[in-house]
Each structure stands twice: as C-alpha cells, then as structure tokens.
C-alpha cells in the first residue's frame, strides 16, 4: 500500500464548478499535512497547510480527519487557471524530521 | 518563502557521463532535499543534505551513483553519476525552515540521457 495515496483524476468540470479531491495517509504517527499545486513543466508550490480543526483560504478548503486518515481539499467557483496537478503531502511522523511523502498527484482540467 | 535557482535548467548527456546540478538559496537554511520526478511520476526523495555533515539518502538510492555536497547553509549540489537513460528525469532542490515541513522548490533540472 501507498504511504500516500490519491485519485489520479483527470477531473474534467466546467468553470464556476465545486470540485473537491480526497487523499488517504498510512502513517498514523503523520502530524503535518499538505497541498501543492504543479503546474505543466514547473516546480510543485505549496497552495495550502492542513490544521487539525480544517482551513480555508479563499476558494480553497481543506480539512484533516485524523480518524480516518484522509485529508480533502475543496475547491468552490473554479477558475480556469485551476487547470493543475494537486498534490497530496503528508510528513512520515516524529521520527523523520522534515521528510516528507508525495501522492501521486490529481489533474483538475478546468473548461471553459 | 526562500528564492531558489538551480542550474542548469535542462541538459542533454550521453550515457556514461556525469552531471553535476547545484541548487542555490537566498537565505541560510538548515535542510535541503534532493527530488526526483520522473515522467509522469509524483516526486521521490533521493536524500537529505544537512550542512556539515554527510547527506541521508532514501532506499534506492546510493553515494556513488548520486553524490551531494552541502559546503554552506545556502548551497548544495547534486551529481548524477554514470548516466544511463533511466536516469532521465527532472531533478528539484526543496529546502525547509527550522521547525516546519513546508518546503519549497526550485525550478528543477530537466535531463535527458541519451
């Protein structure tokens, strides 16, 4: 099993659409949990922290359940320049210091 | 977050040969890593640099094929070794803040083995 594990997608959703991804953790000791963003050809760039009680930021919303170990990112209102790879981020827990585990990533293809 | 470049950009290598990228940071940081992305792949950690002290590779990878210098706290270098065409592959330095685990990227290097 994956340490990190997402839907691959490709997401295909209109502008001005809700969509929402999930990503699942296997590592239970984790603490800090994240999303990056990838763009075609770039680097990956951090779009949001995952805090225990949940958090949004603008259109993003992402949430933590720890019992479950999953963690959601929505996106409400999408625009054409979500059109990206979303990656789910998860640090392997208090003996790995910084280290940290990617998923394999979710494409969002926003259309017009 | 930290400026981060990295050269070269691209590169085109025969097999057998060697290639060196260097990561270069605007500000002092305790950590970098070293990445892999492959084709179509998500990012897999090839190692750890700490300055001062030798770098921690993951399972999979080894010093001789892809050994790192970290002479100061802005610097770093990676060198893939004895190319082969599996090795192609977009390499990206991360470093991370004391205390967090937010990294931040560079540009990568995209190299193909020919």
């Known amino acids: 099993r994956k340490e990190v594990e997402q839907d691959p997608g490709p997401f295909n959703v209109p502008e001005g659409a809700t969509v929402a991804f999930n990503c699942t953790y296997s590592?239970?000791?984790?603490?800090?949990f994240f999303w990056y963003r990838q763009d075609c050809r770039k680097e990956p760039k951090l779009l949001m922290s995952?805090?225990?009680s949940g958090n949004e930021d603008g259109r993003f919303t992402a949430q933590l359940n720890r019992a479950s170990q999953y963690i959601s990112l929505l996106i409400r209102d999408s625009k054409l320049s979500d059109s990206a790879t979303y990656l789910c981020?998860?640090?392997?827990?208090?003996?790995?210091?910084?280290?940290?585990?990617f998923g394999s990533g979710t494409r969002l293809s926003i259309r017009p | 977050s930290a400026v981060i470049s990295q050269k070269p950009s691209r590169d085109i290598c025969q097999r057998g040969t060697s290639l060196t990228i260097q990561c270069q940071v605007d500000?002092?940081?305790?950590?970098m890593f070293w990445y892999r992305q492959q084709p179509g792949q998500s990012l897999t950690l090839i190692a750890t640099?700490?300055?001062?002290?030798?770098?921690?590779?993951e399972s999979g990878f080894v010093i001789d094929k892809f050994p790192i210098s970290r002479p100061n706290l802005t610097f770093s270098t990676l060198t893939v070794s004895n190319m082969s065409p599996e090795d192609s592959s977009i390499y990206l330095c991360?470093?991370?803040?004391?205390?967090?685990?937010?990294?931040?990227f560079g540009p990568g290097t995209r190299l193909t083995v020919t």
């Open positions: 995952v805090y225990s």
């Open positions: 500000s002092q940081v305790t950590m």
């Open positions: 981020v998860v640090n392997r827990g208090y003996s790995s210091a910084s280290k940290i585990i």
């Open positions: 640099a700490n300055q001062g002290s030798e770098a921690t590779y």
């Open positions: 991360s470093v991370a803040g004391p205390g967090t685990y937010e990294q931040y």
């Open positions: 590592n239970s000791a984790s603490q800090s």
